[in-house]
């Protein structure tokens, strides 16, 4: 069966230079935000084009301690997407904010229309978490002129995506992302000194000098392991990984020719990082695709309708029916930048003879 993602392949790649990272950790004597974490994250912010960068635990707590140093807490309202990684919404959840579920375009991305037909009328609205879902960026004007005509303060999951447009970015470092580690991780991009302090502060159980804690913080800090690994064994690699999920999805958007299976379209003038390349069946015909291509779905059940919200206030003021819709009909095509050639042309020949 062909993997959604194929980690022994990749560390066939990456063992030689995973080995040395180690090696210079092991031997440096300084294992917590040490000098790895402190050159990755310098390297972190130069590709993405920000001035900071922080290493964080976790995707997950890179999102809820942006908003934290954005000062979201209790009460306080959040737009945000109906389908994504839990995690987004669990982070806004986590500082005691409500979110505000607003439903998708077909390709899944939050719809900033609707974003802008809501905003218009809820001025209690100041936190904003848009999601760059499956590797499609949203448009970035538009995100800009709503954070901008509406004051909000915004937080951009890019775990997905390579590329963020405003002020503040959650990046996740989980080993499926198109820059993964081996382990858990994330950091947090930021274009403002201040923000930075209070971030560096957050992570680190609130301490703003040694033994001097300042605010109630956290346990999150990326270990000097995983960032060596991202700055000396991913981090060379992450173009030639981006290029291939690209070859990929080209191959597949010219090779797949059947009606019953939609295909993506990013946005137009996107570059897309192809995190994922997610198709849509018919509801009742998802399983038996599935079945049929040895595939898994990404998520399945969308955000406001999981368990656990049952027990927090959110709201979803324009019902998010599109969304439920496509968390339905979604199927994921294997698109990690280790598959062969001859794999590509199986799964194509596999979705055409559905």
Known sequence: MIQ???????WEDLRED?????????ASGSYVLGEEVRAFEHALAALWGFPHAAGVASGLDAIEISLRALGC????RVLTAPISAFATTLAIVKTGAVPVFVD???????????CQELLKKRSDIRFFVPVHLYGFALDPDELLRLRDEHALLMVEDCAQSSSAAGDLAAISFYPTKNLGAMGDGGAILMQ???????????RDYGQTAKYRHDVIGYNSRLDELQAALLRRACLPRLERWLSRRREIAAAYLEGIQNPAVRLPAPPAGSAPSWHLFPVWVEPERRDAFTRHLGLGTHYP????DQKALHSV????PDGCE???RLCASEASLPIHPYLYDSEVAEVIAAVNSF
């Open 18 to 26: 995973a080995l040395a990272a180690f090696e210079t950790v092991g």
């Open 301 to 304: 059940i969308a955000i406001p």
């Open 73 to 76: 807490g209790p009460g306080d």
């Open 322 to 324: 599109n969304a439920r």
């Open 313 to 316: 206030r959110f709201e979803a």
């Open 104 to 114: 998708t375009d077909d390709q899944g991305l939050i719809d900033l229309e609707r």
């Open 192 to 202: 403002d000194a201040a923000l930075e302090a209070r971030v560096q502060a957050l």
């Open 4 to 10: 959604a993602n194929d980690f022994r392949r990749r």
